[in-house]
């Protein structure tokens, strides 16, 4: 199993930036992607983005290209979604997710919230 823990959520205004940090353990060897999808209330999970394990490509969805950015530090087992240009609309709880070998991981989630 793969356990994911997020940290650095919190309330910024418009137009800022927050870090994200997602601690990944257990059988990581087994990951072929890390991600971070996103939740607000009433909406469904959307997939924000991706990064390879390998790091040998990342994807994002449209609404945030250009203003967020996956990396990862695998001697860490850390992977980091930096948010810039942050929009009211970018409110959600944001979670780590890791696809592996073994199935998907989730973590429990981190709450992101950006005040007009």
């Known amino acids: 199993q793969v356990q994911l823990v997020e940290s650095g959520g919190g309330l910024v205004q418009a137009g800022g930036s927050l870090r994200l940090s997602c601690a990944a353990s257990?059988?990581?060897?087994?990951?072929?992607?890390m991600g971070w999808s996103r939740q607000a209330p009433g909406q469904e999970r959307e997939l924000v983005g991706r990064?390879?394990?390998?790091?040998?490509?990342?994807w994002y969805t449209a609404s945030v290209k250009g203003r967020f950015t996956i990396s990862r530090d695998n001697a860490k087992n850390m992977v980091y979604l930096q948010m810039n240009s942050l929009k009211p609309e970018d409110t959600a709880v944001y979670f780590c997710?890791?696809?592996?070998?073994?199935?998907?991981?989730w973590g429990q989630g981190t709450q992101v919230t950006v005040s007009s």
């Open positions: 997710t890791a696809r592996t070998s073994l199935g998907e991981y």
């Open positions: 257990g059988r990581t060897s087994s990951t072929y992607t």
């Open positions: 990064i390879a394990w390998s790091g040998s490509y990342t």
